[in-house]
């Protein structure tokens, strides 16, 4: 039972997209869910809790925290993020509370700091919070709306020689020869999709503000989308980028129907589409391409010799 | 031999500035209005989310050993500098 644990897990971090599809963060309203091996070291727990999206610094400073809590990194992405906050903004007041001098149990912890993590860790996705930082001599204000960021992740390390088998098992049904890539994608029908994020401009000549445009097709011929299709809601969820939109298309499972709210020529219309196996949509050997480099696309001699791997995902 | 406090801070400031350095490198390439194939979309979807979950991991160890927090801000640099690498690489793409 352990072994399948592990190897599920294995199969987790190998195949990211996959294991996200099932997890879908910074989706809300998924159930709380905690994940636990026999193994040392080894944990995996999620939650719905809304973020801001910043690591805050969390070490005393005398004169830092005079002032507030720092951030240390921004989130790509998100609430901060969106919001304009930098690295090296300190954040002054929290919904009204202001964080400047407040004491910690802990002389070597940030008093604002710690106050900063306290609040906002009650935080609900959708939650707003009106927030006043210092960046500079300049005192701004923001207001962020608390997400669903995907919750904890789990770290450390984990030797698990079961991989190796596994891999090399599987490397031959693929028919994967020397020099091959191969494709990993949890949506190859989606693969040759390209979308644009609608602009006022773009918006004003397709005739609505939201969506996500489609510039052109997927391969996918099951797939009814065409060029200058403006995907306006997948599954009821709108999407607002590109990232967006293959955020929530990957949370759907195979034999999954997945029903579009789509304009085109500025007329409404549905398309549905069946989400196919997993054997169709997740490996497809490919030539060596042109594209952008991509975590999907694994030399497969790299997999067979990595048998120490260091994950660092939620599962 | 595990490594000595001052260099495991050492590590941790450069991993930091590197981070940073990195987020103030992504707001040149920022890809809203860009055209993006799926491929692309879903790599930096991916690679945001899995930065977002190590940011909360951050954000919560609090009493995370030195030597592993260094490990979690290196792996966010790693991470960063792949999202950076794929929202440039883009950029030149469409540029072209």
């Not at chain 1, 500079?136 to 030797?159: P, S, Y």
């Not at chain 1, 997740?282 to 480099?293: A, D, G, I, Y």
Request: glycine residues 8%.
């Amino acid at each position: 039972m352990r072994n399948v644990t592990v190897a599920a897990l294995a199969a987790c971090m190998l195949m990211p997209a996959l294991s996200t599809a099932q997890d879908a963060p910074r989706r809300p309203g998924r159930p709380r869910v905690r994940v636990e091996t026999s193994r040392p070291g080894v944990f995996a727990f999620t939650d719905n809790r809304g973020r801001i999206g910043v690591i805050v610094d969390a070490r005393a400073d005398a004169t830092q925290d005079k002032v507030g809590a720092r951030i240390e990194a921004i989130t790509p992405d998100g609430p901060a993020d969106k919001a304009g906050l930098k690295v090296g903004d300190i954040i002054t007041r929290f919904n009204n509370t202001s964080l400047a001098g407040a004491s910690a149990e802990d002389e070597e912890d940030s008093g604002p700091g710690m106050k900063l993590i306290e609040l906002a860790r009650k935080l609900e996705p959708g939650d707003t919070v009106q927030i006043e930082y210092r960046r500079g001599n300049d005192n701004r204000k923001a207001t962020l709306v608390a997400e669903d960021l995907g919750g904890f992740g789990w770290t450390g390390r984990m030797e698990m020689p079961e991989m190796g088998d596994m891999m090399e098992n599987v490397m031959p049904k693929m028919r994967v020869g020397p020099g091959d890539a191969f494709t990993f994608a949890f949506g190859s029908p989606w693969g040759g999709i390209e979308m644009v994020r609608l602009n006022p401009d773009l918006g004003d000549y397709f005739g609505t503000r939201e969506g996500v445009l489609v510039v052109r097709a997927p391969e996918d011929s099951t797939l009814a989308l065409k060029g200058g299709d403006v995907i306006l809601s997948i599954g009821g969820r709108k999407p607002s980028s590109p990232e967006q939109a293959m955020r929530i298309l990957r949370s759907y499972d195979t034999g999954e129907t997945v029903t579009m709210d789509v304009l085109r020529k500025q007329k409404h219309m549905t398309v549905t589409w069946k989400v196919p196996d997993r054997e169709d949509r997740m490996f497809k050997r490919s030539p060596r391409m042109h594209e952008e480099p991509s975590l999907f696309r694994v030399a497969p001699r790299l997999l067979r010799l990595r048998n120490l791997i260091r994950p660092s995902r939620v599962i | 031999m595990n490594p000595k406090p001052a260099t495991l801070h050492a590590e941790l400031t450069q991993a930091k500035q590197q981070s940073a350095t990195l987020e103030d490198s992504l707001k040149q390439y920022d890809i809203d209005g860009r055209v993006l194939s799926g491929h692309a979309a879903a790599l930096v979807a991916e690679l945001e989310d899995r930065i977002s979950i190590l940011d909360g991991t951050l954000s919560r160890e609090q009493s995370v050993q030195d030597a592993e927090l260094v490990k979690l801000w290196q792996e966010r640099v790693g991470l960063m500098r792949q999202l950076v690498n794929a929202r440039a690489t883009r950029a030149r793409y469409v540029g072209l």
